[in-house]
């Protein structure tokens, strides 16, 4: 399959799939916040990228009060059961001169939280409101578990893929025989140093590392030696620092500082940068968690390593408590090369977005 290629997230995007957030269970306790502090997440993306929200019912009611009108976001009549459309919505793919997305089996994080039923049919869904063909895997597979450089080379870790829950019976030779023939990716990095405290996804590579360009890295760390989360984002910096110098074209790997350690009752809110959102070619929405010192360390940094893009800091202090952010709670489309007009039916913005400031949190 010589033509199949994962595009990169910082490639030009015609959409941006959303999913409005509406299981309280997500967030207990605290959901009556997440309504705003998603849609000003919501509102800030349209502006680089036209939106497509799924959203159902009360779902759609709520989410047309919080947004307003925008020609730049569509809602539609799509039920799902939780608003984490990185990990069940397809991953767009180009093949030649076509669109394809792919639907990977999904089971709620190894089967943690029913019902996922909605979630699992959402990605053919998608596919065939825009049109698109969809191909589907048997592999059991969470968007935020795969990282790509859009020229072969992808990032994982094997406590999210290589598991009982997900992939039983599946060895890694297959699993990257799999990653190969759906998204053409001829290197597979298995990085599984550790993940963040309170992560219930067994450790997506979207929380600790991402490529910010093929020549650059960032890798969530902590200098903290008191951080449980320590020794384990050490080993994996460690292991992609191994990995840098052997891979062609070779890569920079950059330590991206995590926010101080954060408990709601006895549990570790799992608070990363590396969930930041590229909103193709343009811009950057990064989660911010309220701590000065780590928000402009967090910010300056992806600057320096993204100067073309405009980097926008957006609060996701409250949204964190559901145990995921930014990049986590969207699932980017990307433009085919050849046109790279919108397959949304959406306007597309070709000016700079007023009244955005790029260290806002």
Known sequence: MTGRRWPAEWEPQSTLWLS??????????????????????????????????????????????????????????????????????????????????????????????????????????????????????EMGLEGGAIEGDGAGRLLTT??????????????????????????????VVWIDGGGLEGDDTDGHIDQLARFVGTRHVVCAVTDDVDDPNHPGLERNYQQLLAWAGQTTPRVTIHRLPTPPARRIGSARVPESYCNFLFLGDRAVLVPTFRNQRTDQAALELLADLLPTHQLIGIDAFDFAWGLGAWHCASQQQPSLPQSGLPQSGLPQSDSQPPGIEPTAT
Not at 158 to 173: I, L, Y
Request: glycine residues 8%.
């Open 20 to 137: 409005w957030p509406h299981n309280r269970g997500t967030w207990p306790g605290h959901y009556t916040v997440i309504p705003n502090a998603f849609a000003k997440m919501v509102r800030a993306a349209c502006q680089f990228v036209p939106v497509r929200m799924l959203a159902d019912g009360e779902s759609a009611d709520a989410a047309k009060r919080c947004l307003g009108r925008s020609d730049r976001i569509e809602i539609l009549p799509v039920r799902t059961n939780d608003c984490w459309i990185r990990d069940y919505g397809p991953t767009f793919v180009t093949d030649d001169d076509r669109l394809v997305g792919i639907d990977w089996r999904f089971n709620a994080w190894g089967g943690k939280y029913p019902p996922w039923d909605d979630d699992a049919a959402a990605a053919k869904e998608i596919c065939r409101i825009t049109g698109i063909e969809c191909e589907s895997s």
């Open 158 to 187: 094997p406590s999210c893929v290589e598991t009982k829950t997900r992939n039983r019976g599946w060895s890694r030779r297959r699993i990257a025989g799999e990653l190969y023939r759906r998204l053409g990716a001829t290197e």
